[in-house]
Structures are given as C-alpha cells and as structure tokens.
C-alpha cells in the first residue's frame, strides 16, 4: 500500500477533528437542553476531569481550529489544481499545417 501524500494526510486529520469536534460540541448542547443540571458533572466516571461543560467548549475550539487548518489546506490544494487546469486546458500545438503548392 503506498504512504499517503503529506497534504492528504494533513487533509484527513483536520476533516477528522472538524467531524468529531462538531459532533462532539452538539452532543454537549442536546444534553445540556435534556439534562442541564450534569452539567457540572464529570464526562465519566473513570475520571474527575473534566466535565461536560468543559468537553463541549474543548470539542468546540477544536472543531473551529480543524475547519480553519482544513480550508487553508484545501485552498491551497484548490489553487494549484487551478494552475494545472490552466496549463493543460491550453491548446495543443504539434506543428504547423502543412501547405503543399497546388492544393
């Protein structure tokens, strides 16, 4: 299996942390409508820290980073596919036409 391009990679990371950060984020926000007094709980019960407020404003800044990293890339990656849209959208010149005397 060939290794995956560094900027694909770094394409795969950053959609990554958007999706998970996001969902993240929104299931912080339906619980808080269901139950807002867990708020102040912890996420579980393995650990002390960190709540669930502190979770749904950790996915949220991730989530926004993630998408910010992701566009710069993709526009990036969109402006050099445009230049080689542009170089191979130019019309092919093999050679001159050929003008033979009394045709």
């Known amino acids: 299996m060939p290794a995956m391009s560094g900027n694909r990679f770094w394409h795969a990371i950053t959609l990554t942390g958007t999706i998970y950060g996001f969902a993240g984020w929104v299931y912080i926000v339906i619980n808080s409508e269901v139950h807002q007094s867990t708020l102040h709980l912890p996420l579980t019960h393995f650990t002390s820290w960190p709540h669930e ?42 050679h001159r036409p050929c003008v033979f005397p009394g045709y």
């Open 53 to 94: 407020d502190t979770f749904g404003a950790i996915c949220f800044l991730v989530s926004l980073t993630c998408f910010f990293f992701y566009t710069l890339l993709r526009s990036k990656a969109q402006r050099l596919s445009d230049q080689a849209l542009e170089y191979s959208s130019r019309p092919l010149q093999l």
